[in-house]
């Protein structure tokens, strides 16, 4: 694997996250979904994603995620899920949150 960066390192983040979130709620073809809302109020990934929204709408193009709709918003879309569709690069380490 290649070093990512920029997006694609922020949509491979997000891909573990969405595990670590919604494995449990995996079906088939899906290996996790995860609520908006969820996600959206998830202080964790406050931390790692200065841009959520961005970076969700960056996976969905990528086809490695996908949620109904063009754009999601909190509050009218809390109940959307995204839905993982392809697993983070192996050897990916989890993004390391430092206190401020």
């Given at each position: 694997?290649?070093?990512?960066?920029?997006?694609?390192?922020?949509?491979?983040?997000?891909?573990l996250e969405?595990?670590?979130?919604?494995?449990?709620?995996?079906?088939?073809?899906?290996?996790?979904?995860?609520?908006?809302?969820?996600?959206?109020?998830?202080e964790r990934?406050?931390?790692?994603?200065?841009?959520?929204?961005?970076?969700?709408?960056?996976?969905?193009?990528?086809?490695?995620?996908?949620?109904?709709?063009?754009?999601?918003?909190?509050?009218?879309?809390?109940?959307?899920?995204?839905?993982?569709?392809?697993?983070?690069?192996?050897?990916?380490?989890?993004?390391?949150?430092?206190?401020?």
């Open positions: 694997m290649g070093e990512l960066t920029g997006v694609d390192l922020e949509v491979a983040y997000l891909q969405l595990l670590r979130m919604g494995a449990s709620r995996a079906r088939e073809g899906l290996l996790a979904v995860v609520p908006f809302g969820e996600l959206i109020d998830c990934c406050e931390q790692i994603f200065e841009a959520l929204v961005g970076t969700l709408r960056a996976a969905k193009k990528r086809k490695v995620i996908a949620y109904e709709g063009q754009m999601l918003l909190k509050g009218v879309s809390d109940n959307v899920e995204v839905q993982l569709l392809t697993p983070p690069p192996e050897g990916l380490e989890p993004a390391v949150i430092t206190q401020q």
